[in-house]
């Protein structure tokens, strides 16, 4: 690019700052050490290694991605038991990166292994516990009535997954009466509130059917419906019992135990209750066939008699007789058909107008019982919530405390960096200094000013000698 003369009275434009490779790489590890100086991660273990070292090198992955992480030795003391590969984990530490490689990776300081591997073994082993038993026997399952007169949904009244279910039943067959009896769907209490659902509409509840409702979610927000109280509360009930939780692709041990489960709420509505419209259709269209296999039986009968009079002429009065008493007889049976056809146009009549003289008190009621419930949730939500932040806090205040590295000051350890340039750098390596070099030692309590007099390599060979003595 042509320089700009100085009498055009512009000043020529600025070089850009071209950052050397070690410059970059130490922005970039100031930047993420800033910005995320303590994150959790969950992930699978994979090419997990100990070197001699004692360290703990694992790579973190899952279908997407993948990152370096290291436990060293000593946070090793706070494991539950021994990572391995294939495990799923939930790793706490700091993201930083290592320079001489370029590698951003996580420094691990807490590995917890209760994440959804733990929780899918709990799953399958509970599942093959209770087929044992007898649990899930297609023999024991209790029948499901075709058109229940009432449904009694043991839910929480503010998810969405009752609004499905009420959605499609009121569309489908609104004659039913749904009743819904609040309960948490979720947390460390669900499964017992279920419980105690089932126990109490079974023993004084007048209900056809229960069905266990509740939306998609996570293997840990759903296993509420993985415990095994509820599991053997749902085989114990006198009342059928319906599992509609989670999506189509979810499966519960709730599932297994009931005696119909449904793949979501949705569809449990319709799997319980007929379409009403096409119930109606379906009873016209009987009425018709019946209708018109009446007549048509009456014609042939017709026919018949004809056919039979002019084979037997003139008998006299005997078949007069006969001929009588065979037409009283359809007679008879016809208005006997007539009376019937009759009295199910009268009831299809009182059913239809049943349908349309629908009374909203049914749902009146249920926005009663949930704002209720909704009000109870508010009184309750506010000390859990500031008891839960407080135990919260309490745990990384102490965790915090455990990964401090004044802490680690405390224990005795030191931290070594070089007076000279490039000045601050910590010293990991004996090569990196020579004799003579100035150091600075930060202990616990105040710093230390030392000469290096030699220095030795791991294995305890000598590099090399100097003889200079620390200034006073």
């Known amino acids: 690019m042509p320089r700009v003369p100085a009498s055009a009275g512009l000043s020529a434009p600025r070089e850009p700052h071209v950052y050397t490779v070690a410059e970059l790489t130490s922005l970039v590890r100031e930047m993420l050490e800033s910005r995320f100086p ?38 090793q003391r ?30 691990v300081d807490a590995l917890d292994f209760h994440g959804a591997g733990a929780l899918q073994l709990a799953f399958e082993q509970l599942k093959k516990k209770l087929a044992a038993e007898g649990l899930f026997d297609e023999h024991l399952k209790k029948a499901i009535p075709p058109i229940p007169a009432h449904i009694t949904l043991v839910t929480s009244p503010s998810g969405a997954a009752v609004h499905d279910f009420l959605r499609v039943a009121s569309s489908r067959y609104p004659a039913t009466r749904i009743g819904v009896y609040p309960v948490a769907v979720q947390g460390d209490t669900a499964a017992d509130e279920m419980v105690a659902a089932l126990e109490r509409i079974n023993e004084s509840l007048a209900t ?25 509360a749902i085989h114990a009930s006198r009342l059928p019992v319906v599992s509609a939780v989670g999506h189509e692709i979810d499966f519960t041990i709730a599932d297994f135990a009931a005696d119909l489960r449904a793949p979501t709420p949705s ?20 009425h018709e066939r019946l209708a018109r296999a009446m007549r ?24 007069e007789s006969l001929a009588l008493r065979l037409d009283h007889a359809s007679l008879s049976l016809e208005r006997a058909m ?58 990384l205040a102490a965790l915090l405390e455990a990964v401090s590295p004044l802490s680690t000051l405390a224990r005795g350890y030191a931290i070594v960096r070089k007076e000279e340039r490039p000045a601050g750098m910590i010293l ?12 600075e ?22 590099i090399s000698r100097g003889s200079r003595q620390a200034p006073g």
Not at 83 to 98: K, S
Not at 428 to 439: K, P
Request: charged share 30%; net charge positive.
């Open 38 to 75: 303590f994150i959790s991660v969950a992930g699978e273990i994979s090419n997990l290694r100990r070197p001699r070292s004692g360290h703990i090198y694992f790579t973190l992955k899952d279908d997407r991605a993948q990152i370096r992480a290291v436990l060293f030795r000593m946070q």
């Open 78 to 107: 706070y494991l539950e038991r021994e990572p391995a590969d294939g495990q799923m984990v939930v790793c706490r530490g700091r993201i930083t990166v290592y320079e001489p490689r370029g590698d951003y990776q996580l420094i």
């Open 208 to 232: 056809d059917v229960i069905v266990l409702c509740r939306g998609g979610g996570s293997i840990e927000d759903l296993w509420a419906f993985n415990e095994e109280r509820l599991a053997r």
């Open 267 to 286: 569809a449990a509505a319709e799997m319980l209750l007929p379409d009403g419209r096409e119930l109606w259709q379906r009873v016209a269209g009987a």
């Open 296 to 319: 048509e039986r009456l014609q042939r009968l017709q026919e018949q008699l004809v056919f039979l009079r002019r084979r037997l002429g003139t008998m006299g009065h005997p078949l």
């Open 338 to 395: 007539l009376g019937f056809l009759e009295s199910r146009e009268h009831s299809l009549a009182a059913w239809s107008g049943r349908l349309e003289q629908k009374s909203p008190a049914a749902r009146l009621e249920l926005h009663r019982q949930r704002l209720a419930a909704l009000r109870q949730r508010l009184l309750l939500a506010g000390p859990a919530l500031v008891d839960a932040r407080g135990r919260e806090l309490a745990r």
């Open 428 to 439: 990991t390596d004996s090569r990196e200094v020579r004799a003579g070099d100035r150091l």
């Open 441 to 462: 030692v930060l202990l616990h309590r105040g710093r230390l000013h030392c000469t290096v007099e030699s220095t030795e390599e791991e294995q305890g060979k000598e």
